[in-house]
């Protein structure tokens, strides 16, 4: 089940009153990606027709993972406007890098994830791996492939570039990520907060949260 409209809540509120429709809309991405690899994203009300009426429990976990991260964001007060072409474009990233992380065989995306994680976690990489394997985005992996990708060497890894764009997405995708990682990491900051713990907080919040 994908919960009730309010059971996901911002802060400000700008992104209550279509809650439903972004979680169909993110249905659709994880459920049927062929539809977004192909398409450019967008959040419209044609999503609710199309998304199915049930989900999987697993799926619920994914789509959880993105909502966690989004509401991170907006608990950081630097996400724009829902339903402006930026943050169409944030949602689009999140969904996109997750899939591709999850789904994609590509030498260079596991080798990049993979690395990623080490280099970060240390010891406790391949734990936190096999836990975005069954829950999706967790602020540790999330803190690991931002630290990853912004090492410019990353992107010239062969190969890579053409595997993410099979997703629809490219660096210029991951550079908004990374920026908005860093102004809500500031921004949190200044509320004697952290990443982690603000998303820890809205993950268990979200759909899927018991599967954690």
């Known amino acids: 089940m994908l919960g009730s409209p309010g059971a996901i809540r911002r802060r400000?509120?700008?992104?209550?009153?279509?809650?439903?429709?972004?979680?169909?809309?993110?249905?659709?991405?994880?459920?049927?990606?062929?539809?977004?690899?192909?398409?450019?994203?967008?959040?419209?009300?044609?999503?609710?027709?199309?998304?199915?009426a049930k989900l999987g429990?697993?799926?619920?976990?994914?789509?959880?993972?993105?909502?966690a991260l989004l509401a991170t964001f907006e608990d950081a007060g630097i996400l724009p406007p829902e339903g402006t072409p930026?943050?169409?474009g944030i949602i689009k990233a999140v969904i996109q890098f997750q899939s591709a992380f999850l789904k994609s065989n590509h030498p260079a995306i596991r080798q990049f994830f993979t690395d990623a994680h080490r280099?970060?976690?240390g010891p406790r990489a391949e734990e936190v791996e096999a836990s975005f394997?069954?829950?999706?985005?967790?602020?540790?992996?999330?803190?690991?492939?931002?630290a990853a990708g912004q090492i410019d060497q990353a992107w010239n890894a062969e190969g890579l570039n053409e595997a993410f764009r099979e997703f629809n997405i490219g660096k210029q995708d991951f550079d908004i990520l990374a920026h908005l990682y860093q102004q809500s990491t500031a921004a949190l900051s200044g509320q004697n907060k952290?990443?982690?713990?603000?998303?820890?907080?809205?993950?268990?919040?979200?759909?899927?949260?018991?599967?954690?």
């Open 119 to 121: 280099v970060k976690l």
């Open 194 to 212: 952290t990443f982690q713990e603000v998303y820890a907080q809205r993950r268990r919040e979200m759909p899927g949260a018991k599967s954690e």
């Open 86 to 88: 930026q943050a169409n």
């Open 133 to 146: 394997r069954r829950s999706g985005w967790s602020a540790d992996t999330f803190d690991a492939v931002m």
């Open 57 to 67: 429990r697993t799926s619920s976990v994914y789509i959880g993972s993105v909502m």
């Open 12 to 52: 400000s509120g700008r992104w209550a009153p279509r809650q439903r429709l972004y979680l169909a809309g993110l249905a659709v991405a994880i459920l049927f990606p062929d539809m977004t690899l192909s398409q450019t994203w967008r959040a419209d009300p044609i999503a609710v027709t199309q998304a199915p």
